[in-house]
């Protein structure tokens, strides 16, 4: 088995970033997650800090934590997300900006302030979260796919960036799971986008932490700006 890494979690109160909290946990590694709610977990490997990733300074002062708390860090998790599903003429402004805050600049905040942590890591590893709304451009997700589909270019250029430091940077981009991100969403709409892929059913946090294993493995030292799709798109 591989030595505990320190690993932070965004949006870790609920859903896959619980999942993922509780898989690395339970591995060994030390795991501080954020979101802007109280923990939800309770485990000796792990610690929350409550924290908006929108707002820079609270961003800055979670990596504060993470530094006084580990010493340092090799993982970034950049899970937390929101969605909302509607057509742009319905879509107001206030709503727009909440979509591409959290999504896409909440990446790059988490990312631009873990940095300092990361380069010091023998391993340092980033993995953003899209999702499959960007190439099936989904009606209704406009603003969403959007923003999801900035980070996935911010990841191939973070990529770049960052692997003269032996960081690497790659994304996931699970098919639909039932967390709270999708509770607003009529089902019937789901399930025709679940019929839309090669493999048609709904995905499991498992399916989501598999790839993230794979990504953070020693092993994959080569693997970086790659973004990998769940389910197929059939």
Excluded at 66 to 85: I, K, T, W
Excluded at 163 to 192: F, H, M, W, Y
């Amino acid at each position: 088995m591989n030595p505990p890494r320190h690993i932070l979690i965004t949006g870790a109160s609920r859903g896959l970033g619980r999942a993922l909290a509780e898989h690395y946990v339970e591995r060994g590694d030390a795991v501080v997650g954020c979101s802007r709610g109280p923990a939800t977990l309770e485990h000796p490997q792990y610690s929350h800090v409550a924290a908006d990733v929108t707002d820079e300074a609270a961003v800055q002062r979670l990596c504060d934590q993470v530094r006084e708390r580990c010493g340092g860090l090799d993982v970034l998790l950049n899970n937390a997300g929101v969605g909302r599903m509607l057509p742009v003429a319905l879509t107001p402004l206030a709503t727009a900006r909440r979509l591409v805050d959290v999504n896409f600049l909440g990446t790059f905040l988490l990312t631009h302030a873990a940095v300092r942590l990361l380069r010091h890591s023998p391993a340092g590893r980033i993995v953003n979260f899209t999702s499959i709304a960007v190439p099936l451009r989904l009606e209704g997700e406009a603003i969403y796919a959007a923003a999801k589909s900035a980070v996935e270019t911010f990841t191939r250029v973070v990529a770049k960036e960052l692997g003269p430091l032996g960081i690497t940077c790659n994304a996931v981009g699970p098919s639909p799971i039932r967390t709270d991100l999708l509770r607003n969403v009529p089902e019937e709409k789901l399930q025709a986008l679940i019929d839309r892929q090669a493999i048609r059913t709904w995905a499991e946090p498992q399916d989501v932490i598999n790839i993230v294993d794979f990504f953070l493995k020693p092993e994959s030292r080569h693997v970086t700006g790659q973004v990998l799709y769940l389910g197929g798109l059939g």
